[in-house]
């Protein structure tokens, strides 16, 4: 079983920034893709930022320019950090990763952290 456990949310203005962390742990695994979506009330899931299997980075268009992921393999951790936050920003943020163990592969997800971005 692999375990992801989300950091870093909170409250912060508008303009503020906020970084995000996401570690998966247990044993026997390998990380082929993970990365960071979010979602608000009544509206579906979307992607925010992620590394995919073949190590490129996808952005959503929201984000370009003011988000970061970064990643530690040796920790298998992801980051995001978060500049110039808007209130349009503010979601639920869950960590995504598509792992494989024992030659299957499977999708797993963090509890999700809530940013808040005050105007």
């Known amino acids: 079983q692999v375990q992801l456990v989300e950091s870093g949310g909170g409250l912060v203005q508008a303009g503020g920034s906020l970084r995000l962390s996401c570690a998966a742990s247990g044993s026997r695994f390998s990380i082929n893709a993970m990365g960071w979506y979010r979602q608000v009330p009544g509206k579906q899931r979307e992607l925010v930022a992620a590394f995919t299997s073949v190590g490129r980075i996808n952005y959503s268009d929201s984000v370009k320019g003011r988000f970061t992921i970064s990643r530690d393999n040796a920790r298998n951790t992801v980051y995001l950090q978060m500049n110039s936050l808007k209130p349009e920003d503010t979601a639920v943020y869950y960590c995504?990763?598509?792992?494989?163990?024992?030659?299957?592969?499977?999708?797993?997800w963090g509890q999700g952290t809530q940013v808040t971005v005050s105007s």
């Open positions: 995504n990763a598509e792992i494989t163990i024992a030659r299957v592969e499977l999708d797993y």
